[in-house]
């Protein structure tokens, strides 16, 4: 047991004193702690606390989760007896993690049938240990040896609790396992709870909703083998006529997981609230052999007394500072020009130098070259899965064509969908069984393309080895990810009877992958993509270091994609676009200064035809990328501020970032359209220093807006605001508050 320091951690101490305190850990403000008996188990860090507790009868029970209790909080796990006949007690106890037995009715975290085909499973607590700062409790079925161990940490600066559980099968035949989550949560009774999550399609991902949770099971998941476009694995929880955008409790929470998951959410029948996180039960069986352990994804759980916009920002800086690569040191996303929307599979060296010098001169720092550069890829029927350079487009190799973008002082980068194959590739000709398949049936085709089964270690090791010889033998310093389609029939038939595995095989392939890349050659960057947003989570975003958000560069509707995307994740990694109009997904024309004060709320990208830019096109886009320069790390790194959302008909949105030291803020307000000569409501800021003086000025330059004055407090910005008057459809502005040094 881990010996008691508490000189090392005065809060501690307060902590210890009142609770008899065996144990503690971490450093100053993050903290572990068992109580004396090793029966209750707070985790404290950043304002909030979380608690569970053992009761008379052994079961795991949550205590509290919220804001901070004060050291002496009279925490304890009580036995819960059946209410009725109908509601036994082991359904009625809210535990910290259920097995699926003695009658439970909602989600478990762990189901299995045994070899001789019981599937009664109760789990008791065991003990507790501490590993380094992170908390492991075991538990135990009451009568067989299969032990779940839960591991528990506690982020200091954010106060987001990271869940994983590992089931070992201790006895001497194999174990089925049928479901297995993360983590159970449950919230107390109450009156009402709201459920939010995102949900979408190809090229509309993001939207959220907010429904009551009710007794009625709802399932957020993806069936799909990836993440896809459809559900994120991530909800949040908030107390309808308390909560705000920025007031009021919200309980949040992600699985860092890219692959099939499932989180499910219901009230109980006494109203409380009951979560499960996990790998997706549908299609899943796993055989945990004698000795075998599975090991659940990571599972964060946020608590924020600051509304969805709260929610938001404690997230959005645990992602930036914990997972993120590099976390607070990672460098800011460079301007990147993609060659996408401007040549499709029609590209060569020639084009490309071409689109490369126009770029350079705008001021872009990062030249990608997306699909078609290689096999047979001159449209989207053949050459997936050859990764060698056509030689008709680039007849001598891509080497001039990266010294070119290197002199242009640009780093270079280059677009890979790995795990894919067309049957028109050299590669599905050589390894047709290489494909997710079952033998005898239809290989549905998405695109054109089959899925390599990446569960198979020797697809796994072909496609680390041909990304590495790339990598090593050009200078590439980013590559942009693709997945542009989801499973259809998800066979592995070498697997015979455990081919189900395969939804966990494959992901964490795909993870070893990402992380052997990136080890191998440091300083390379990874975006994650699949067909726009399908695969983004807090799974991927360890290993990538920006995500293309969506299909949809409609910079209107991109708006409302950001500001979904922003509920769960962090600016820092959401990349946005300024192309062409009309737009190609929706028609719509919008001026280049509306495109590109849409596209600086993320990271900023162009995919335009350059070669079709007027002078003054380029003109307009030097201006906004200086001006994006000089206000990224705000926009970056910042905290965001949703003031006025998008939400469905709204004519106004804005958005304010605010960077961690406050002397900057940029704020974004756009405009759909016109109507009876409208003045904005006020708009007032927040996150700024009431006691300092800020200047504002147009970002890209031009005259402040009537009415704006150029200076005042951040008191007045915050109490009195500011308001506007925009003339004109699909217009917007874009406002720096810089702080009096
Ligand atoms: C889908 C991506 O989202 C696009 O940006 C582009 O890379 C295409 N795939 C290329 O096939």
């Not at 440091?522 to 360890?542: F, K, N, Q, W």
Request: with cysteine; glycine share 10%; net charge neutral.
């Amino acid at each position: 047991m881990t010996p008691l320091r508490l000189a090392r951690y005065p809060l501690v101490s307060a902590l210890a004193a009142a609770m008899a305190l065996a144990v503690v850990a971490g450093p100053a403000d993050a903290r572990v702690a068992v109580d004396e008996a090793g029966r209750v188990f707070r985790l404290d860090g950043a304002q909030v606390t979380y608690a569970f507790g053992v009761d008379e009868k052994g079961y795991l029970q949550p205590l509290y989760w919220g804001g901070a209790l004060d050291p002496a909080a009279p925490l304890q796990a009580r036995a819960t007896r059946e209410l009725s006949g109908f509601d036994p007690a082991g359904m009625q106890t809210a535990q910290e993690y259920a097995g699926q037995g003695e009658g439970l009715v909602t989600d478990p975290g762990l189901k299995v049938a045994f070899a001789d085909g019981s599937r009664d499973l109760v789990l008791k607590y065991r003990s507790y240990r501490l590993e380094g700062e992170t908390l492991a409790i075991e538990l135990a079925d009451i009568a067989r040896p299969l032990v779940v161990t839960l591991r528990y940490a506690i982020d200091e600066q954010t106060g987001i609790v990271t869940r994983t559980a590992t089931v070992t099968n201790r006895g001497r035949q194999p174990v089925r396992i049928e479901a297995f989550a993360a983590a159970n949560l449950t919230l107390p009774g109450a009156s009402s709870y709201q459920l939010h999550f995102l949900s979408g399609r190809h090229a509309a991902e993001w939207t959220p909703h907010a429904v009551p949770l009710s007794p009625a099971l709802t399932v957020l998941e993806s069936r799909r083998g990836s993440v896809g476009h459809g559900n994120q694995p991530w909800l949040a929880l908030t107390r309808p006529g308390q909560t705000t955008e920025e007031a009021g409790p919200v309980w949040f929470g992600a699985l860092a997981w890219s692959g099939s998951f499932r989180l499910s959410a219901q009230t109980d029948n006494i109203g409380r609230v009951r979560v499960a996180a996990g790998y997706n039960s549908h299609d899943f069986v796993w055989s945990l052999k004698p000795g075998e352990s599975l090991e659940s994804p990571r599972f964060y759980a946020g608590y924020s007394h600051a509304g969805l916009g709260g929610a938001s920002r404690t997230f959005h800086r645990f992602q930036m500072e914990r997972l993120i690569p590099g976390g607070a040191a990672a460098a800011l996303r460079p301007v990147l020009y993609n060659s996408w929307e401007a040549t499709a599979f029609d590209v060569t060296a020639e084009g490309q130098m071409k689109l490369a010098e126009r770029a350079a001169k705008l001021g872009v720092e990062r030249f990608v070259v997306d699909d078609g550069w290689f096999g047979q890829r001159n449209d989207d029927k053949a050459g997936l899965g050859d990764w060698t350079v056509n030689p008709r487009k680039f007849p001598q190799g891509l080497k001039p064509l990266i010294d070119k973008v290197h002199a242009l002082g640009m780093s270079f980068g280059l677009w890979f969908e790995p795990e894919m194959v067309n049957r028109d590739s050299a590669l599905y000709r050589a390894h047709p069984d290489w494909v997710l398949n079952f033998p005898g049936r239809p290989r549905t085709e998405g695109r054109n393309q089959l899925v390599l089964n990446l569960a198979r270690t020797d697809v796994r090791d072909y496609l680390l080895g041909v990304l590495d010889k790339l990598l090593r033998e050009n200078d590439i310093q980013f590559i942009k990810w693709d997945y542009n389609r989801n499973w259809t029939e998800p066979g592995w038939p070498e697997a015979g009877p455990d081919q189900q595995r395969v939804y966990v095989d494959y992901v964490r392939n795909l993870y070893f992958i990402l992380a052997e890349l990136r080890r191998r050659h440091p300083g390379l960057e990874i975006e994650t993509c699949s067909g726009g947003g399908g695969r983004i989570d807090t799974g991927i975003m360890a290993l990538t270091d920006q995500a293309w958000t969506s299909d949809n560069t409609d910079p209107f509707d991109r708006l409302a994609i950001q500001d979904g995307f922003s509920l769960a994740y962090a600016p820092a990694i959401m990349m946005a676009w300024v192309t062409d109009v009309p737009n190609w997904a929706n028609g719509r024309t919008t001026s280049l200064d509306f495109r590109f004060l849409s596209a600086m709320q993320g990271g900023l990208g162009i995919g335009a035809d350059l070669n079709k830019w007027t002078a003054g096109d380029e003109d307009t886009a030097r201006r906004w990328i200086t001006a994006y320069k000089g206000i990224r790390a705000t926009v970056q790194r910042g905290q965001l501020y949703r003031l006025v959302r998008p939400t469905e008909g709204a004519a106004q949105t804005a958005t304010l970032y605010v960077a961690p030291d406050r002397a900057q803020a940029v704020l974004f307000a756009m405009q759909r359209g016109s109507q009876w000569r409208d003045q904005w409501e006020p708009l007032r800021l927040a996150g700024l220093d009431p006691a300092a003086t800020y200047a504002v000025r147009v970002l890209g330059g031009g005259a402040l807006p009537e009415g704006v004055p150029a200076r005042a407090s951040g008191a007045w910005w915050q109490n009195q605001g500011l308001t506007l008057r925009l003339r004109g459809d699909y217009v917007g502005l874009g406002l720096v508050f810089e702080a009096a040094k």
